[in-house]
């Protein structure tokens, strides 16, 4: 799959841990140096500020999307190469979608979970077949993971919906894993 545009999902809270403050500027850096475009929230602070301002200082070209809601309450990234103030969260979420070949979540809070699980429902419902990465750092989503298993165990998820999602326990992984990902094609209409 050709990537050159890349989602990313994750915590805007300045008081995130250092360690994922690192991680972020590193993804961001290797996202310009590949000459890939971010795609992200908007925000200036906390990682996702981070994670802009390595992929500018990178090289690179970041879309910042942002609902006029949040205008105000986020510090909206004034550097960008470009900023879309939408009507609404689901606005955002569309133009996200819209604008990115590919999904990646770094450790976030309920925003950045919201914001995956509708991607992956997506890809589940054949809506797209983009690639989605889950980057389990330091184990941030293994109860997650491990409910996933648990809803296979119970019959609720079907084993072959492992395939929709990869998961990366360091930062590098994640380009290993979109620069060998490959599309699903499902056919809108046959979900199951």
């Known amino acids: 799959m050709d990537i050159r545009s890349v989602c990313v999902y994750c915590a805007s809270s300045t008081a995130s841990a250092p360690w994922l403050f690192e991680e972020v500027k590193a993804f961001g850096e290797g996202l310009g140096r590949r000459g890939w475009r971010l795609v992200y929230g908007?925000?200036?602070v906390g990682p996702m500020g981070a994670l802009a301002d390595a992929a500018l200082a990178s090289g690179g070209a970041?879309?910042?999307?942002?609902?006029?809601?949040?205008?105000?309450?986020?510090?909206?990234?004034?550097?960008?190469?470009?900023?879309?103030v939408v009507d609404t969260m689901h606005d955002r979420k569309a133009e996200m979608f819209k604008s990115a070949d590919a999904f990646v979540a770094f450790p976030g809070g309920f925003g950045t979970m919201e914001e995956f699980f509708e991607m992956l429902?997506?890809?589940?419902?054949?809506?797209?077949?983009?690639?989605?990465?889950?980057?389990?750092?330091?184990?941030?989503?293994?109860?997650?993971?491990?409910?996933?298993?648990?809803?296979?165990?119970?019959?609720?998820?079907?084993?072959?919906?492992r395939i929709l999602y990869s998961v990366a326990a360091e930062t590098g992984k994640v380009f290993a894993i979109l620069e060998d990902a490959t599309v699903l094609n499902r056919t809108p209409g046959k979900w199951y």
């Open 62 to 84: 970041v879309l910042g999307v942002i609902p006029t809601a949040l205008v105000g309450r986020e510090v909206a990234h004034a550097n960008l190469t470009e900023l879309k």
């Open 121 to 161: 429902t997506w890809k589940q419902l054949g809506i797209h077949g983009k690639p989605i990465v889950i980057v389990n750092l330091r184990g941030y989503y293994d109860s997650i993971l491990a409910q996933f298993e648990r809803a296979i165990a119970d019959g609720i998820v079907r084993k072959d919906n």
């Open 42 to 44: 908007g925000a200036s």
